[in-house]
């Protein structure tokens, strides 16, 4: 979920990054990525944490360190896993999004006209896609149903997809917590029904869309939803979570992840280099970009709709180092985080990852993300040490 005290660091840390971008400006070795990453965990204690660097339509570094599993020397490796929490919400936009440049979904048809034959609170009639998308449909932030719980979530009958339709359902029977439009509530509800509208549409379950949509353009092969891995086998890293009995693995299983009825807003997985791709697509520097998104839609999904500084998937906030409007993110299942900065301006960005929730991971990966913003700001040389893959 988006903690947006955490995504105030780059602000209140300006001295210090200035500094360090000095530093590099005036000859002074930087640090191999591989370093940044090994000081942080070591100060944070992380199991692993990973990053990567995009410039100028390439990733021009991408590292990962530490272990997959605590108590085990199994090394992470630069294309492992990583779960990326809310911000799956910027991919599921993005699927939605091809849906209306292809004339399958618009942005402004509403709940009633979409689902004529569900009882829904009367507060909801006029809820639209961009509504849904912009936290802007009054929709509770609680993640459950009222008088749900978590279990009971995961134990709904039937196929994830219909599942979500049980989920909608509830949901919109339930009275707003504002009134629609007037207010940014971060509400995981909102993206499930904004997916289970292009599931109805299209007949077709939001993993399904997902990959089509998304993923196989992309060419995002270790893209996949829920926890990393399999079970009995240390092939992925395995999440952690902090207990009061401190750090402990998660082993991949039904509860090891939220369950499928908020999907659409936290439990995609994947490489870094394949989170690249998908970021390359919002700085308007993939391959493939005419393909799969119009420049308008785009703008659309990069633009808060209705004030306030939450786009669809993204927060919209003002940077010096981006050029002004930057896009930032960062999502947690409590066993994980990540975060995302962009600087679409700038064709830049740096995104980090690790596999611990619950804890300081927060702040540690914010510590990665300024770091390599002032050691590698946009324009720096690609000429360095500790690369990973890059993609074309």
């Given at each position: 979920m988006l903690n947006m005290r955490k995504i105030k660091f780059l602000f209140r840390h300006s001295s210090q990054i200035l500094a360090i971008w000095l530093a590099s400006t005036v000859g002074i070795a930087a640090e191999?990525?591989?370093?940044?990453?090994?000081?942080?965990?070591?100060?944070?204690?992380?199991?692993?944490?990973?990053?990567?660097?995009?410039?100028?339509?390439?990733?021009?570094?991408?590292?990962?360190?530490?272990?997959?599993?605590?108590?085990?020397?199994?090394?992470?490796?630069?294309?492992?896993?990583?779960?990326?929490?809310?911000?799956?919400?910027?991919m599921t936009a993005t699927m939605i999004a091809r849906l209306v440049d292809q004339g399958?979904?618009?942005?402004?048809?509403?709940?009633?006209?979409i689902f004529p034959?569900?009882?829904?609170?009367?507060?909801?009639?006029h809820v639209t896609l961009k509504h849904l998308l912009s936290h802007r449909a009054g929709l509770r932030k609680a993640s459950w149903p009222e008088g749900k719980?978590?279990?009971?979530?995961?134990?709904?009958?039937?196929?994830?997809?219909?599942?979500?339709?049980?989920?909608?359902?509830?949901?919109?029977?339930?009275?707003?917590?504002?009134?629609?439009?007037?207010?940014?509530?971060?509400?995981?509800?909102?993206?499930?029904?904004?997916?289970?509208?292009?599931?109805?549409?299209m007949d077709t379950a939001w993993e399904e869309l997902m990959r089509e949509?998304?993923?196989?353009p992309l060419s995002m092969d270790t893209a996949g939803f829920g926890p990393m891995g399999t079970p009995g086998i240390l092939d992925q890293p395995r999440q952690h979570r902090k207990?009061?009995?401190?750090?402990?693995?998660?082993?991949?299983?039904?509860?090891?992840?939220?369950?499928?009825?908020?999907?659409?807003?936290?439990?995609?997985h994947c490489s870094m280099a394949d989170w690249a791709k998908f970021i390359q697509l919002h700085l308007a520097t993939s391959p493939v970009q005419e393909q799969l998104?119009?420049?308008?839609?785009?703008?659309?999904?990069?633009?808060?709709?209705?004030?306030?500084?939450?786009?669809?998937?993204?927060?919209?906030?003002?940077?010096?180092?981006?050029?002004?409007?930057?896009?930032?993110?960062?999502?947690?299942?409590?066993s994980n985080y990540a975060v995302a900065w962009l600087a679409p301006q700038k064709h830049y960005a740096v995104l980090v990852a690790t596999n611990q929730g619950g804890s300081n991971e927060a702040a540690a990966c914010d510590a990665v993300a300024a770091t390599v913003i002032a050691r590698y700001p946009p324009g720096s040389s690609t000429n360095h040490r500790g690369m990973g893959k890059s993609t074309p």
């Open positions: 191999d990525l591989s370093e940044i990453l090994e000081k942080v965990r070591d100060e944070y204690g992380l199991p692993a944490v990973a990053a990567a660097v995009l410039s100028g339509g390439h990733v021009i570094a991408l590292d990962a360190v530490g272990v997959r599993k605590i108590g085990n020397d199994a090394q992470v490796t630069a294309d492992d896993q990583f779960h990326l929490g809310s911000c799956t919400k910027a399958r979904l618009a942005w402004d048809s509403n709940l009633v006209e034959e569900m009882k829904i609170c009367p507060a909801y009639a719980t978590f279990r009971e979530m995961h134990h709904l009958p039937g196929s994830p997809r219909q599942q979500r339709r049980i989920y909608v359902e509830m949901v919109l029977n339930q009275e707003p917590a504002a009134q629609p439009g007037t207010q940014t509530i971060y509400a995981n509800a909102g993206y499930t029904v904004a997916a289970v509208i292009a599931e109805q549409t949509l998304l993923f196989e207990t009061l009995l401190g750090v402990r693995a998660v082993e991949p299983g039904r509860y090891s992840d939220n369950p499928a009825v908020i999907g659409p807003g936290g439990i995609v998104l119009r420049s308008e839609t785009l703008q659309v999904l990069h633009e808060p709709l209705f004030g306030g500084d939450y786009a669809c998937g993204w927060q919209v906030l003002e940077r010096g180092w981006g050029g002004g409007k930057v896009l930032t993110h960062n999502g947690t299942n409590n």
